[in-house]
């Protein structure tokens, strides 16, 4: 089945130790998000890829990052991770959203703690 | 600031009871509206969404959604839900770009 893969599901680090969070599809779509979730909050968006176009929110900290090497792969890099980065991240993708209108297939999450 | 509201944060139902989730959200124009759905233990996935046409909207599972445009809200509902309904729902909104806003979910307890 086409889906969407992160890796790994927990992830454990020390406060300022950085981390890196992989995403991967069978999909072939074009976009790739991240999003963070923290506990009993709404999933936020963090950035996404159009294809190899990165695309920042605006209140996106500066301590994470992105990669895209190829279609199907995306990292999340967080820096140096604070308490407060501790969440459930988020993977998703979709086919072209331009019109706002597409479905988003989610990943089933890493979940980090940080220490 | 724009957002989206879910009214409960939890719901507890018996099996055969009525199911209506609120969702309001705080954007004017023309809006395209989501209902995800995350069983325990599995991905978030699509229930069903709005964009355009019939405002009243069937998913999957024997959900449905109304949108009302006056009301700026966008309800879940089932006539009737089932132990398998158990999960966590949220409502998210976009305006036709590529950021989706969500929701901050309603946990849904359905008894046997």
């Known amino acids: 089945d086409a889906m969407v893969i992160q890796n790994p599901r927990y992830q454990v680090t020390q406060f300022g130790k950085p981390v890196t969070l992989s995403c991967s599809q069978t999909?072939?779509?074009?976009?790739m998000y991240w999003y963070q979730q923290k506990s009993s909050q709404a999933p936020k968006l963090l950035f996404h890829?159009?294809?190899?176009?990165?695309?920042n929110e605006a209140d996106t900290p500066d301590n994470f990052q992105s990669r895209r090497p190829n279609t199907s792969l995306c990292f999340l890099d967080i820096r140096s991770p604070g308490l407060g980065d501790a969440a459930m991240y988020l993977c998703?993708?979709?086919?072209?959203?331009?019109?706002?209108?597409?479905?988003?297939?989610f990943g089933p999450g890493t979940r980090l703690t940080v220490l | 600031a724009q957002s989206v509201s879910q009214h409960n944060h939890h719901v507890i139902l018996s099996e055969a009871a009525s199911l209506e989730l609120g969702c309001n959200y705080s954007y004017g124009g023309t809006v395209n509206l989501f209902w995800y759905v995350q069983y325990p233990g599995q991905h978030l996935q699509l229930l069903l969404k709005y964009f355009s046409g019939d405002p009243l909207v069937k998913g999957i599972k024997g959900f449905e959604a109304e949108f009302i445009k006056s009301k700026f809200s966008f309800n879940l509902r089932k006539p009737s839900v089932q132990w398998s309904d158990t999960a966590e729902y949220f409502c998210?909104?976009?305006?036709?770009?590529?950021?989706?806003?969500f929701g901050a979910g309603t946990r849904l307890f359905v008894k046997a």
């Open positions: 999909l072939n779509h074009n976009v």
């Open positions: 998703a993708t979709s086919r072209d959203p331009s019109g706002g209108t597409d479905t988003q297939y």
């Open positions: 998210a909104v976009n305006k036709g770009s590529f950021k989706t806003i």
């Open positions: 890829y159009y294809d190899k176009d990165f695309n």
